[in-house]
């Protein structure tokens, strides 16, 4: 019978991702929207934010894809599962199925 636990690490993997690739994201579009006047200044802005915001995107997505199991490092995949329900991760190896913390919904494409 498997054991569930919560990741420890995943909630601030998020976090992380929010700091160093959502707020320089939001502060670029927000500067671009105000202040950018002329089209050079204005790709001097949006490109830089759009290359930002690709790879945060990236990031995201990889934490969720290749997912670890936090105890054996072993490569794990998705469990099944509908709208509303948790997002989760089962290891064979540890026989623990690792609950992220986050709930699928429609919006995250379940």
């Excluded at 500067?31 to 950018?36: A, E, L, Y």
């Excluded at 990031?59 to 290749?66: G, P, S, V």
Aim: hydrophobic residues 45%; contains cysteine.
């Amino acid at each position: 019978m498997p054991v569930r636990k919560k990741d420890p690490l995943l909630g601030n993997q998020q976090r992380r991702n929010f700091v160093v690739f959502g707020v320089p994201f939001a502060v670029l579009v927000l500067v671009g929207v105000f202040f950018c006047r002329t089209l050079t200044s204005f790709f001097l802005v949006f490109v830089p934010a759009a290359a930002i915001g690709l790879a945060g995107f990236a990031r995201e997505t990889k934490l969720f894809r290749r997912y670890r199991c936090p105890q054996c490092g072993a490569r794990l995949s998705e469990s099944p599962r509908k709208n509303g329900q948790p997002i989760e991760f089962f290891c064979q190896h540890c026989d623990v199925i690792w609950d992220s913390g986050f709930i699928e919904s429609e919006v995250s494409g379940g």
